[in-house]
């Protein structure tokens, strides 16, 4: 009976240490993160995976051997957003949507949560690029300080209050009767 309270007891904690530990890891990101750079990076193919840090100055991408720095005083626009992505993908995902009566389409309600960071800069030419990367839960707004701190531009940050002060200085129209 005991061992039976005790089996149960470290599945609990267990499972509560589960969702606890990743939680804390994303939230520090001092090092190098693992990253997908979907799009934007010039001579870098699009859906590379690779490792994203902020070092003197500079967003360091790294994939393979190749790398990309892209200046953290030329981004005129930094933007972290909250997403989610398929959980089961792949060859997997595409042959599950022939199942029966449509059985395939409920592995695409089992989503896995992550993060966006999109940065916008301008190259040494004066042409203006995007870049989004994807990355764990916790980890973009991170790198976003980090880039912020370097000399990046962000507006993300300047919208609320600019969204409150548009509606405060816009006259009442309707009158009281």
């Known amino acids: 009976m005991t061992s039976r309270a005790t089996t149960v007891l470290v599945g609990v904690a267990s499972f509560f240490a589960g969702l606890v530990i990743p939680v804390a890891n994303a939230q520090r990101a001092s090092g190098p993160v693992k990253v997908v750079q979907l799009t934007g990076l010039v001579g870098v193919k699009d859906n590379a995976k690779g490792t994203l840090s902020v070092e003197n100055g500079q967003l360091h991408f790294v994939h393979g051997k ?19 992505q398929r959980a089961v993908g792949g060859t997997i995902g595409l042959m599950s949507m022939a199942a029966p009566y449509g059985g395939g389409r409920v592995l695409s309600l089992f989503r896995t949560k992550i993060d966006t960071l999109t940065v916008q ?18 980890t973009s707004e991170v790198i976003k300080k980090e880039l912020v701190a370097q000399g990046a531009h962000s507006t993300s940050d300047k919208e609320p209050a600019a969204a409150s002060a548009a509606s405060s200085s816009t006259p009442n129209k309707e009158q009281k009767q």
Do not use: E, K
Not at 66 to 84: E, L, R, Y
Not at 123 to 136: E, K, Q, R, V, W
């Open 66 to 84: 190749a790398s990309s720095d892209v200046s953290a005083s030329s981004m005129q626009d930094v933007a972290t957003a909250a997403d989610s």
């Open 121 to 138: 800069y301008r190259d040494a030419d004066g042409g203006l690029h995007g870049a989004i990367f994807t990355m764990p839960v916790g």
